[in-house]
């Protein structure tokens, strides 16, 4: 099994859900695909989405919702089969 | 009356609380600049008194959070709050507790930001005062023979919107009766699916609207107006260029738009600054109230290059318990002023955001050239707010002097390290339309469709 780290595509805040009231895009210990949405980052406000490029599962996530988030910092840990 | 305050807290970030800094400096008034975590090396943090850190980077937990703002009023024993454009400024309840802390809200009262903030009701207050807008049908429009009674007296084209729709979503237009009548229950249908309620109600269609707004000033009795400027040129609905005067309008048309502001903002008693929007229906030479914004607007300053007056001066005075001091008559246009917005944004990546640090910075200047900004070489521009790095003002004789000099201080603008939009202002300045003064609220997003698929448009 390898570990492989979604890494942070730009500078902004980091959400995992679509909107304040509704569910995450992924929970801890899901399961994904190459493509899957993890979540958004906000940057000067507009919102771009985060994927994975691996699938696996996804072990669980690195940085909190609503977090400030650089560029290149790991925001979860994706088991590979 | 004198001035009853000494010092005024900043309630917000970048170039506007520069802006304020510096009018209430020169007022001689002390002046304390709030920021988050991301900006503590901001100019206005520079530039200020004083700076007091109300919390982390994200807006809702800083500039948002009224609780730490108040806690920054009492620090630093401010015994007044300006709280510039976008976060708190048009949160009435804001208004409140910065009175109840025992400071002078910088705005109108919390009944004023209230009504006016109210779409509906601020559209009663404009039909009680007798300000024309756009014309509907009163509240929501169940059956199809009522759509067609309303449209005989509003007229077509004519626009079926869905009540709970909003930002250009759930519209359908009809160009006759025959249409209405089709399009009635499709939109009814259409708006249950999209949005789980099914009203609608009418509006007049207006095929080229410009938006052209009105600056008012008010000490809570007496409101006199500042002209107008047209901001037309806008993309996803934020302005990115805006001119003053209107280069639409003739001097009637003027006076009565004008006049019609005044009228509304004098019937809430309006204290401060603030602007009324209209559309203008090129077709029909009609203007419509739409909205009424109750704080300072980005765009000021070139309503302030045509008339002289200082608008952030003024509203810090007669919130501060002072009179007006101007006469409409005192206020008249000279020559024309634009506004270009210059955001970190990368225009050929589709206005992607460019936060970072400016590594370089070179600033127009010369005659009739004037800059708001938050920006210094080296500064970062962090990625958690709005883009607006700076505001390149104008101001010249006539309006092609201002296209000229606007042309040329975007050539001597440079800035490093991250993208900006000032490019595209360069082209948007040598286009003939824009030259002619002859664009709408559409414009701008057909004009930029345009140059990225040059083939599609031939």
């Known amino acids: ?81 | 009356m004198a001035l009853s305050i000494r010092k005024v807290l900043v309630a917000n970030r970048g170039e506007i609380a520069v802006r304020v800094i510096r009018a209430a400096r020169e007022l001689g008034l002390q002046t304390v600049a709030v920021f988050s975590d991301a900006d503590a090396d901001s100019l206005a943090v520079r530039l200020a008194d004083q700076a007091v850190g109300i919390g982390p980077a994200q807006a809702a937990k800083s500039y948002l959070n009224v609780e730490r703002l108040l806690d920054a009023v009492k620090a630093s024993g401010a015994d007044a709050v300006h709280p510039g454009y976008g976060f708190l400024s048009e949160n009435a309840a804001f208004a409140e507790a910065v009175a109840q802390a025992g400071a002078v809200f910088i705005g109108p009262s919390p009944q004023a930001i209230r009504t006016m903030g109210n779409k509906a009701a601020a559209r009663e207050a404009a039909m009680r005062a007798g300000v024309p807008c756009v014309p509907g049908s009163d509240g929501v429009v169940s059956s199809v023979d009522e759509a067609v009674a309303v449209a005989a007296r509003i007229g077509y084209p004519i626009m079926i919107k869905a009540s709970a729709g909003g930002g250009g979503r759930g519209i359908r237009v009809a160009a006759s009766a025959d249409e209405l009548v089709q399009q009635m229950t499709v939109a009814q249908t259409e708006a249950q699916a999209a949005f789980g309620d099914g009203a609608v109600y009418l509006e007049r269609f207006i095929r080229r609207a410009r938006h052209v707004e009105v600056q008012i000033l008010g000490d809570g009795e007496r409101v006199v107006h500042c002209w107008e400027r047209e901001c037309s040129l806008q993309r996803r609905r934020q302005k990115i260029f805006e001119e003053a005067p209107s280069p639409a309008l003739d001097a009637a048309t003027r006076e009565a738009l004008c006049t019609s502001a005044v009228k509304l903002a004098q019937a809430v008693n309006y204290r401060g600054a603030g602007t009324l929007e209209y559309l203008y229906d090129d077709d029909s030479r009609e203007f419509f109230f739409i909205e009424m914004n109750t704080r300072i607007q980005v765009e000021h300053p070139i309503t302030e290059m045509i008339t002289g007056v200082d608008l952030v001066r003024e509203m810090i005075r007669v919130c501060g318990g002072e009179t007006l001091s101007l006469a409409q008559s005192d206020i008249v246009i000279r020559g024309a002023a634009i506004e270009c917005r210059i955001n970190a944004e990368d225009p050929s990546r589709n206005f992607f955001p460019s936060p970072g640090k400016v590594t370089g910075l070179q600033l127009p200047a010369g005659p009739g050239v004037r800059i708001d900004s938050m920006v210094f070489d080296g500064c970062t521009i962090p990625p958690y707010y709005d883009s607006l790095l700076m505001k390149l003002v104008i101001h010249a004789e006539t309006r092609d002097a201002a296209l000229a000099r606007a042309a040329r201080a975007l050539r001597e603008l440079r800035v490093d390290g991250v993208k900006t939009t000032a490019a595209l202002h360069a082209e948007l300045l040598a286009d003939p339309e824009v030259r002619a003064g002859a664009f709408h609220t559409n414009w701008l997003e057909g004009w930029l469709a345009a140059r990225t698929a040059p083939a599609a448009a031939a």
Do not use: W
């Open chain 1, 1 to 81: 099994m390898a570990q492989h780290e979604v890494l942070c595509p730009l500078p902004g805040t980091f959400y995992r859900r679509p909107a304040p009231d509704k569910p995450v895009f992924v929970e801890d210990g899901a399961t994904v695909a190459a493509g899957t949405v993890i979540g958004l980052v906000e940057v000067m406000k507009q919102f771009s989405e985060v994927q994975v490029e691996v699938g696996g599962t996804l072990v669980r996530f690195l940085v909190d919702n609503e977090a400030p988030v650089e560029p290149g910092q790991p925001l979860a840990l994706i088991e590979t089969a």
